[in-house]
């Protein structure tokens, strides 16, 4: 059995994943209610390891490695509790991350594989150049997108797709979030 590779993304309506130094957004783009936190929760709360490029992995330990326990809040304190493997050929050393392995080699390779072995399912948050690599070698099973409601047309980085090969999607899914945000869960097919 193969197990699903969900590729679990934030991005504004203008297709950016983060803000640069002169965006003054906060997280989740300021935007985050309770509905959206409850999501959060329920998506994180499923068994499943996470599937990180080192960059991700880097900004998730410098970001919330250091925070205490009692500090984290439900989602983010799941998040770096989960298992996670991070595929990475420069990383090595301990982090300040519970229970993480650092798996050398090509992503394409290293995801073939875990999704052979793996009795869970995988989930990659970010990791842009990494998913799109995946994406294109038919390795992700879903996207899922979440859409804050905001274009940071001057102040916007990360350009989701940039580059990626052109895919269908198929809707699988879809819902709204505190009336404002949009979560959308596609299957990708690669075009053509």
Avoid: C
């Amino acid at each position: 059995m193969t197990a699903v590779y969900t590729w679990d993304v934030f991005s504004t309506l203008d297709g950016y994943g983060s803000y640069g130094p002169d965006g003054d957004w906060g997280g989740y783009w300021g935007k985050q209610g309770p509905e959206f936190l409850e999501r959060r929760r329920a998506v994180l709360g499923e068994e499943q390891r996470m599937v990180l490029g080192a960059n991700t992995f880097r900004q998730f330990v410098e970001m919330l490695g250091p925070i205490p326990e009692s500090d984290l809040g439900p989602v983010n304190s799941r998040m770096r509790s989960m298992p996670t493997t991070v595929v990475s050929t420069t990383l090595t050393g301990t982090f300040a991350w519970p229970d993480a392995a650092v798996v050398a080699g090509d992503a394409v390779d290293v995801v073939a594989r875990l999704k052979q072995e793996s009795e869970v399912s995988l989930r990659s948050h970010g990791s842009l150049a990494m998913n799109r690599a995946l994406m294109a070698a038919g390795l992700v099973d879903r996207v899922q997108v979440t859409i804050f409601p905001v274009i940071s047309g001057q102040t916007g980085a990360g350009p989701l797709f940039k580059g990626a090969a052109d895919f269908d999607l198929e809707l699988i899914e879809s819902r709204t979030l505190d009336g404002r945000t949009v979560e959308l869960v596609y299957r990708p097919a690669l075009h053509g």
